[in-house]
């Protein structure tokens, strides 16, 4: 499909037309789709055709004047069951076919989309959601799976019709055309004004069933930052209007697809009843034969034309906005290969002219005149202010950015490390190699040049511990670090490093720089973006980027001959001595100092949040096994309504299938009496003459005297019932009248509606421990696939079989009816409907849940890849990734192939039973023959010929039923996991360890140990994000007493990696909208992004793309200004910035803060020299706490080697910034003991 889609774009293109994937799918599948379309026309117009005229002549042999021997008569009979048990066998097989042909068509355009996915450029990425992919690839392509089945009766239709209203003319002449006529006109007209609807509503259902998956793709990617800002009300207002958005057009569509099935019922009783009127009022009389021949023309007719027809056209429009939405993906920006790759190693990297755009119309480049040579052996490091482009000049050289003029020169092999770690669910060896094949002394080399070896013996499987989506599991610093690895593992002569040390503490991040970055790569080409400037001093080549212009390159001592005082850009980093900072640390200590008052903190043990996927089977999803249960059913409707809703639906569909029976029935007794009145009349006998029939056959009928039915009243009667067999109910307060169809839609989605918002509320009160073992695809399957079939496919399966049942039991009364002695046969079928029923529910539950659960691993496979694009095509890993999404859909398949297979071997046996059936009928008539009436032997076969195919696709509908239902049972799952009011995680070892210290109220707390030693947990344990044991209390409150709401919404964090939402910088910011205007713009003045912006509905991509990392870090600064709350967290939160924007958030902090608390997480440690006390932590456990000055006097100490090792110059500034701090602090204690003995005097 690939080739013969890239053949079509540009045969295309050179026309300047779009490519069309429905040609490319004809080129493919059309003749193979053909053979079985030919198969079908046989079925419909010779087998089904024939067999109400072989019922014609059956009937026929009843009446007493008739010419047909009983030899003639067996003849007929046993073609009449033969002809069912042939189109039995070929639609069976024709269906499995058609089956198989759409599930190609769905595994290639699946396929195709994923290869699609690989080549996205940056911009193409920015246009289109995980969300939105995951429901391409869950809903629109199964709309294949639907409309191959039906779209045959399109051009079947036209030559089924002809030929069965010529037949109907042979019976009752130009009557055929009044029947015909109607049925025509309440159907093709009708149904294809209604495939329009549904085309228009289709497109709908999916732009808003896109929208609802993105945001809750985000919601899921930023759940953590939800739950800390306790921001999960906005998010669930803004959910349930994207919901609410979504379900008033699937309601509209329900409701349509309402009318369609009361159509179909109307349009199969009044055709007959109208042909049947127009007969009698041309002066004929009806007869068994004609009338139960029409019946079954009609039905054949009506099934082919009010139901096949009309669900072609609403699959096929439903199909072809599908094909148009996949069409507008496939056509998105692929990244174009504009860099040079020079095939041998010598080359390094040359930059010439280069300028670029991330956006065609941009006024101003993203990168603008950039020229930069690197040489092989060469350490390049590229510093500049946030926002400067240096990443972008990254991804100009990985072919990501566009280049609008000039070109880049790079040697064959390039590898690439994310400023954004990037790791998939798999082992960390797996992560680490990436396809390359395991090199054990390489690999062992790797791990200890990132300082990886530690981590490994802290795993509880090594190297092989299962690393959950995104990394979850791991710390920030983990998950740089096997990130770098894998860069560095991956044999290349270019090494892009995107701030791989900004995660890292100190220590860590030297031992990255000496050991890995210049002394392992030494030989090969590397530019590092970085803000550790103490690092640069070494570098072979720096160049200064600002704006997206070099304003200055060189070597080390280049720039600081230079007159650009790059030595203080240098200095400013790990000493920050300027005038402006040492006025505000005044004020803040002074305020800090006379606001202290008590309080105490005692953790003793909290969950290992880090460690979560130890064991390789967490992010397996569970499978249930077993029978549905009636339960689920029962919450299904009572979700739907309640009891009493569902009791006045039941019982209106039993009254309305009454009447339906009734006019059967009264079809049958009048056709009756006119037999008799014309077999009397030719007989010439007396008035009183008794009729000699058997006792078995108990159809009441009048004697002799009565014999005679006057026309009018029996047109009168069928009239009444047939209008009654469409009862309508009292509708809403939008209708007047509602169908019963269209009021059993509201129920299903009144249960709709209630299982979403039950499960998403769940999802929100979920802990976090939920989101660490189940990637986001699993849980965008449950959002996604398993609602749309809840939505759409359940409510009309549901109704079809209502429906099918309700007409089998009154097929079966009438049966019984005619001849209570059929009741035999019925009752010998009926246990073996029930077995093979029973044997294949008990594998098809297993099968439909095995085929949610391998569906799960495609979505999770494509939203992995889909946000790490630029790291698998940089490490070449297309074709790897491609196997491996090619094996998850190669066993989703399997599951999908063994329920298609499941389904129609079931439906192919019940058909057999069927007919069998059909067959005892048939010739029990013929065996006891004596005294039977030609309208009841009509009555007994025709129900009989329509049970044999209603019951199978009733039957294999209601496993299909059971089937669906397993989506509701999958959502229910999500409505019963753990809250986090009972986070029960008891076997997890503990990651912090008696941990006992006391924070004082406006103090500034410096938390700082190697990665991976547990600060995050800590914070998580503050938060309450896990289980704890022990306390934590804020101003003598035990946190654990506190509602979890109002917890966190008292307490603001500024998170390692900072996440922002598709929406208004205003909602960003306060989504409660509970401050003015102002007080936003203020806030955004503080952290000077004031200009930046336009106004408060500024757009904000999804994961705030259209923002630099240092700038979505500065909203989150603003986000806990605005808040104005008494603590503050910052988990490493200068980590990405440059040295510059770190001043200012600081800065900002002590002036905005000076009477907070605040706990900070830092890597950096001259952001917590000044701080009044530092807590040292390593294994989870407090090694030091105390002021930094006095933690530094310890040279034994962990905080003293970890100030040694940022080398001497810098530990000689940290060293003074400490000593002046705690100089400051003592003076200030000095004074204020001098005050109070004054007072005290």
């Keep these: 499909m690939e080739r013969l889609w890239k053949k079509n774009m540009a045969a295309n293109e050179k026309k300047s037309k779009k490519a069309s994937l429905l040609h490319v799918i004809i080129k493919m599948f059309f003749w193979q789709f053909m053979m079985y379309g030919i198969l079908t026309f046989i079925v419909s117009c010779v087998f089904r055709v024939i067999q109400p005229l072989l019922l014609a002549k059956v009937i026929q042999y009843f009446d007493v004047n008739s010419t047909i021997t009983k030899t003639e008569a067996y003849l007929y009979a046993g073609s009449l069951v033969a002809s069912t048990f042939i189109s039995s066998m070929l639609y069976s097989h024709t269906n499995f076919g058609v089956i198989s042909i759409s599930t190609r068509i769905r595994v290639a355009c699946c396929s195709l989309m994923y290869r699609k996915i690989l080549r996205l450029s940056k911009t193409a990425t920015g246009h289109t959601t995980t969300g939105q992919v995951v429901n391409l690839l869950s809903n629109d392509v199964s709309r294949f799976d639907k409309v191959l089945i039906f779209l045959h009766y399109v051009w079947i239709m036209p030559f089924q019709t002809v030929l069965l209203t010529y037949f109907i003319w042979q019976f009752v002449g130009i009557s055929a055309l009044v029947g015909v ?15 329009k609807l549904t085309s228009k509503l289709r497109l709908k259902v999916a732009l808003r069933t896109d929208e609802r998956v993105r945001l809750m793709s985000e919601i899921i990617s930023g759940i953590q930052v939800i739950k800390m800002y306790a921001w999960e009300k906005p998010f669930e207002k803004m959910v349930a209007l994207a919901r609410k958005h979504e379900i008033d057009v699937v309601k509209q569509a329900s409701y349509l697809r309402g009318v369609y099935f009361s159509a179909m019922v109307f349009s199969e009783r009044m055709t007959l009843f109208l042909t049947l009127l127009s007969y009698v009022l041309l002066g004929n009389h009806i007869t068994p034969e004609k009338v139960f021949s029409l019946a079954q023309f009609y039905n054949i007719m009506q099934l082919t034309m009010a139901i096949f027809y009309p669900q072609a056209i609403q699959f096929a429009a439903e199909a072809k906005v599908s094909i148009k939405r996949l069409e507008d993906f496939l056509s998105l920006e692929e990244t174009v290969a504009v860099t040079e790759r020079t095939g041998h190693s010598k080359m390094g990297i040359t930059i010439s002219g280069v300028s670029a755009s991330w956006e065609d119309n941009s006024i101003t480049d993203t990168l603008s005149q950039i020229n930069l040579n690197v040489q092989p052996d060469q350490l390049c490091v590229v510093i500049g202010p946030v926002g400067a482009g240096k990443s972008s000049l990254l991804q100009a050289i990985l072919k990501e950015l566009p280049l609008s003029k000039g070109t880049i020169t790079a040697s064959s092999e390039v590898s690439y490390a994310s400023q954004e770690p990037w790791l998939f669910v798999g082992t960390v060896r797996q992560n680490i190699l ?60 270019v090494y892009l490093l995107d701030d791989p040390l900004s995660a890292v503490d100190t220590h860590v991040g030297k031992h990255l720089f000496e050991e890995c970055i210049t002394s392992y790569l030494r030989g090969k080409a590397r530019i590092l973006v970085t803000h550790q400037l103490q690092h640069i001093k070494y570098a072979d080549h720096i160049v200064i980027l600002n704006n997206g212009l070099i304003e200055v390159q060189g070597t080390y001592n280049e720039l600081t001959a230079s007159n650009i005082n790059f030595a203080a850009l240098l200095n400013s980093e790990p000493a920050e001595e300027n005038t402006e900072k040492a006025t505000l640390q005044n004020l803040s200590r002074q305020t800090s100092h006379m606001s202290r008052q008590t ?33 689920l059913y029962a919450k299904y409707f009572k979700m739907g309504g309640g009891a009493c809703l569902l009791l006045m639906l039941v019982l209106s569909l039993i009254i309305g299938q009454s009447a339906s029976s009734g006019s059967d029935y009264w079809v049958t007794f009048w056709t009756n009496q006119e037999q008799l009145r014309k077999h009397h009349a030719n007989l010439n006998t007396l008035e009183d003459q008794p009729m000699n029939v058997l006792a078995w056959n108990t159809t009441p009928f009048p004697g002799a005297k009565n014999t005679e039915l006057d026309n009018s009243s029996g047109i009168n009667v069928y009239n009444t019932l047939t209008n009654m067999s469409s009862v309508p109910l009292p509708g809403d307060n939008q209708d007047a009248i509602s169908p019963l169809s269209i009021f059993f839609f509201k129920v299903c989605m009144n249960a709709s509606i209630g299982l979403h918002d039950t499960m998403f509320r769940s999802i929100l009160q979920g802990t976090m421990r939920f989101f660490d073992t189940n990637p986001s695809g699993r849980v965008l399957n449950r959002f996604s696939k398993d609602m749309g079939a809840i939505d759409e496919l359940l409510p009309i399966l549901m109704l079809e079989v209502i429906q099918i049942f309700l007409v089998m039991s009154g097929i079966l009364t009438m049966v019984s009816i005619v001849n209570y002695m059929l009741i035999i046969p019925m009752l010998c079928v009926a246990p073996l409907y029930y077995k093979i029923r029973s044997i294949y529910l008990c594998t098809a539950q297993d099968i439909k849940r095995l085929e949610g659960v391998t569906r799960s691993p495609v979505f999770s496979h494509v939203s992995a890849s889909f946000s790490g694009l630029t790291t698998i095509r940089a490490s070449g890993a297309q074709e790897m990734l491609r196997k491996e999404f090619d094996s998850h859909q190669d066993l989703h398949t399997s599951a999908w192939y063994l329920t298609i297979a499941a389904t129609i071997a079931f439906g ?32 007994a076969i025709s129900q009989s010929l329509i049970l044999s195919g209603m019951l199978q696709y009733g039957i294999r509908q209601t496993a299909e039923v059971v089937n669906q239902m397993t989506a509701v049972e999958r959502v229910l799952e999500y409505t019963k996991i753990d809250k986090e009011q009972g ?11 008696d941990l006992n210290f006391v924070i004082e109220p406006a103090q500034k707390v410096g938390i700082v140990g190697r990665t991976g030693a547990g600060k995050s947990s800590l914070i998580s344990a503050l938060f309450r994000l896990a289980k704890l044991e022990g306390s934590i209390k804020i101003d003598q409150v035990d946190t654990q007493t506190v509602r979890l709401h109002d917890l966190r919404s008292r307490i603001s964090i500024i998170p390692q990696e900072p996440v922002l939402f598709s929406a208004s910088l205003r909602d960003n910011l306060d989504p409660f909208r509970n401050y003015q205007d102002d007080t936003l713009w203020n806030a955004l003045e503080e952290v000077e992004l004031k200009d930046s912006v336009e106004s408060l509905s500024h757009k904000v991509n999804a994961g705030g793309t259209n923002f630099s990392a240092g700038q979505r870090q500065l909203v989150c600064l603003a986000r806990a200004i605005v808040r104005n709350s008494k603590v503050l967290v910052l988990d490493e939160a200068t980590a990405n910035v440059d040295p510059q924007t770190d001043t200012l958030i600081q800065g900002t902090i002590r002036r905005k803060f000076a009477d907070c608390t605040v706990l900070t997480i830092a890597h950096r440690l001259n952001t917590v020299m000044d701080s009044d006390k530092v807590l040292v932590m390593d294994a989870g456990t407090m090694v030091e706490f105390g002021h930094p000055y006095e933690l530094l006097q310890n040279q034994g100490g962990y905080f003293y080697s970890m100030v040694q090792e940022t080398g001497k110059s810098t530990a000689e500034q940290l060293y003074q910034i400490a000593q002046q701090a705690y100089a400051q602090d003592v003076s200030i204690e000095d004074s204020d003991k001098k005050q109070e003995s004054q007072k005290q005097s």
């Excluded at 395991?438 to 499987?461: H, I, M, Q, T």
């Excluded at 880090?610 to 029978?627: R, W, Y």
């Excluded at 046996?909 to 009841?936: H, K, P, Q, R």
Aim: aromatic share 8%; charged share 25%; net charge negative.
């Design 181 to 195: 006529g109607a049925l025509f006109l309440q159907t093709v007209p009708v149904q294809g004004y209604l495939g």
């Design 434 to 493: 990436f396809g390359q094949p395991y090199n054990p002394k390489r690999y062992n080399e790797v791990v200890k040049v990132c300082a990886l070896k530690r981590d490994f013996e802290l795993f509880p499987n090594g190297d092989k511990t299962v690393v959950g989506e995104r990394g979850v599991s791991l710390s920030g610093g983990q998950r740089a670090r096997i990130n770098l690895a894998r860069a560095v593992y991956r044999e290349s002569d």
């Design 599 to 631: 309080s105490h903190d005692s953790t003793q043990s909290i969950v290992d949040e880090e460690n979560e996927d130890n064991e390789p089977d967490e992010n397996t999803e569970l499978l249930t096994t077993g029978s549905m249960k009636m339960s």
């Design 908 to 939: 192919f046996w019940l058909d057999c039973i069927s007919n069998v059936f059909v067959g005892c009928i048939t010739l029990s008539f013929l065996v006891f023959e004596e005294g039977m009436l030609g309208a009841d032997v009509g009555l």
């Design 983 to 993: 986070i029960n995680s008891e076997s997890d070892p503990p990651v912090l360890r």
